[in-house]
């Protein structure tokens, strides 16, 4: 998917239904992923933060129950489950900030993979401007007239 970078994985439900999920570190094809508050705890299960121990590794989590995920989506993230107390969980962020969610909002277990996303030389400058990124020019090095 070109669009985040996380690499992303096909479900297919027991329905017939099928959806991508942000994939997961350590699932590969043909794993069974559950979902729901008696699912297991092991990497790609989403269920609420209520029902996941402390110190477990989380990513893909909601901000508000039933609101869809919103943190740690980017490859490599990962969120841990810190503490819980009463209705909320507190959650430790990549960036070392503890933070305050409902505990009935969803997580996914495990870190998001392709972890090595950030370590990709892109080589060229012509690759670069493939993915959007434009040219970065000094004010200094250009005429005065220019900036």
């Known amino acids: 998917d070109p669009n985040r970078s996380a690499r992303i994985a096909l479900l297919h439900y027991a329905d017939g239904e099928k959806r991508y999920i942000i994939a997961p570190e350590g699932i590969k094809q ?8 008696q699912a297991d705890i092991k990497p ?6 209520r029902n996941i121990p402390t110190g477990t590794i989380v990513h893909a989590i909601e901000l ?10 980017s490859a490599g993230a990962a969120v841990q489950l810190v503490a819980k107390d009463g209705a909320y969980a507190q959650l430790r962020m990549p960036s ?3 933070r305050n969610v409902d505990a009935r909002c ?3 277990v495990g870190e998001v993979g392709n972890a090595d996303h950030a370590n990709v030389q892109l080589g060229k400058a012509g690759r670069a401007r493939w993915m959007g990124k434009r040219p970065i020019t000094r ?3 250009m005429n005065p007239v220019d900036h």
């Open 30 to 37: 043909g794993d069974i992923i559950e979902t729901g508050e």
């Open 64 to 73: 508000r129950p039933l609101g869809g995920a919103k943190i740690a989506r």
């Open 139 to 141: 004010g200094e090095s």
């Open 106 to 108: 969803r997580a996914t």
């Open 44 to 49: 790609g299960n989403n269920l609420p933060l």
């Open 96 to 98: 070392g900030e503890i």
